[in-house]
């Protein structure tokens, strides 16, 4: 596991990269949650009671930088985080900036 900076607009969130197979696992963690990859299984975050918001097909965090939310946690749903949104929107939303 390597751990990161991973800086979006200004704004610095740790980033952790797990090579694991075919392709990495990379979680940025924000204030109140993360966004990961879709090697992290929604229903077990679920379970528990994580803030958790999902994007697929990233290879590094430049990809993560332009990647749009997959799915997310009932909890992070509830903060406002929707399929579709950016990952700078949803990690400014787990950040209370929103």
């Known amino acids: 596991m390597t751990e990161q900076t991973f800086v979006l607009e200004g704004r610095s ?3 952790m990269v797990f090579n694991l197979g075919n392709m990495p696992l990379l979680v940025v963690k924000a204030r109140k949650g993360y966004i990961a ?3 992290l299984d ?3 975050c679920e ?3 994580d803030v958790a ?11 993560l930088k332009h990647a ?4 997310m ?5 509830e903060m406002g ?4 949104m950016s990952v700078k929107k949803a990690l400014e939303i787990m950040d209370g900036l929103q």
């Open 68 to 71: 749009k939310i997959k799915c």
């Open 37 to 39: 990859c879709a090697y």
């Open 42 to 44: 929604k229903m077990s």
């Open 53 to 63: 918001a999902f994007v697929s097909n990233v290879k590094s965090f430049d990809d």
């Open 73 to 77: 946690t009932v909890w992070a749903e």
């Open 47 to 49: 379970h528990l009671g």
């Open 81 to 84: 985080i929707r399929e579709g």
């Open 13 to 15: 969130y740790t980033g």
